[in-house]
Each structure stands twice: as structure tokens, then as C-alpha cells.
């Protein structure tokens, strides 16, 4: 079993940085993608970004292209979520997932992915 821990999160202002974090540890198979969802408040939890195994294919939902950046080093088991010019409207639990059979038609399918982490919560303040 796959256990997934993220951490990073915390309190910002708008256009500040951070840098969400995530391990998995436990049985890992080959190939497996990686990836964010988040939920806002009184919000549906939504895609966010997804890297595949290799680190060449990336994926970004419209509201965060150009100022977040996924990547991945495959020797921690880790993938990281570089997030730039935060808005307020980014306020959310984000919760970092992983899968061996998602595709790229399904990276932004919620039901796609079957492992999931706890959440770490990022607020940005007006």
C-alpha cells in the first residue's frame, strides 16, 4: 500500500510563493504518475497539475498555467508543486495523488487517480 504525505502548505499573501511537497512511501510500482487536486471552500475538489513518471509529459489546469510548476525527482519519491503569484482564489486543501494507470485523456479525472494523501491547507490572504 502506497502512503502519501504532503507538506508545505500554510498562510501567504496574494502574489507570494510557495512550494507544496509530497512523499510516497510504502509499495510503489513502476510508472506511476503523480499529481494535485485542491478543494476551496464550499467548492468541488479540482485538478490542479499531473506529471508522468518520466517528468516529460505535464499537465496544468487553465487557472494556474503559467504561474504553478509541477516536477517530480523519481529517486525520493517525491513531487513538488511550485506555486507563483498566489491569488486568493488558490485557497484550498491540496491534496497530492498518485496512479499507475492514469492517461493522459484522464490526468484531470478525480475518479482516475486511487491513491490519495491527507490534504495540506494553503490560504492566501487579500
Known amino acids: 500500500q502506497v502512503q502519501l504525505v504532503e507538506s508545505g502548505g500554510g498562510l501567504v499573501q496574494a502574489g507570494d510563493s510557495l512550494r507544496l511537497s509530497c512523499a510516497a512511501s510504502?509499495?510503489?510500482?513502476?510508472?506511476?504518475?503523480m499529481g494535485w487536486f485542491r478543494q476551496g471552500p464550499g467548492k468541488e475538489r479540482e485538478f490542479v497539475a499531473a506529471?508522468?513518471?518520466?517528468?516529460?509529459?505535464?499537465y496544468y489546469a487553465d487557472s494556474v498555467k503559467g504561474r504553478f510548476t509541477i516536477s517530480r525527482v523519481n529517486a525520493k519519491s517525491k513531487v513538488y508543486l511550485q506555486m507563483n503569484s498566489l491569488k486568493p482564489e488558490d485557497t484550498a486543501v491540496y491534496y497530492c495523488?498518485?496512479?499507475?494507470?492514469?492517461?493522459?485523456?484522464?490526468?484531470?479525472?478525480?475518479?482516475?487517480?486511487?491513491?490519495w494523501g491527507q490534504g495540506t491547507q494553503v490560504t492566501v490572504s487579500s
Open positions: 510504502g509499495r510503489t510500482y513502476n510508472d506511476y504518475s
Open positions: 495523488v498518485v496512479d499507475s494507470f492514469v492517461t493522459a485523456q484522464t490526468m484531470d479525472v478525480r475518479r482516475a487517480w486511487n491513491i
Open positions: 506529471i508522468t513518471w518520466s517528468g516529460k509529459s505535464k
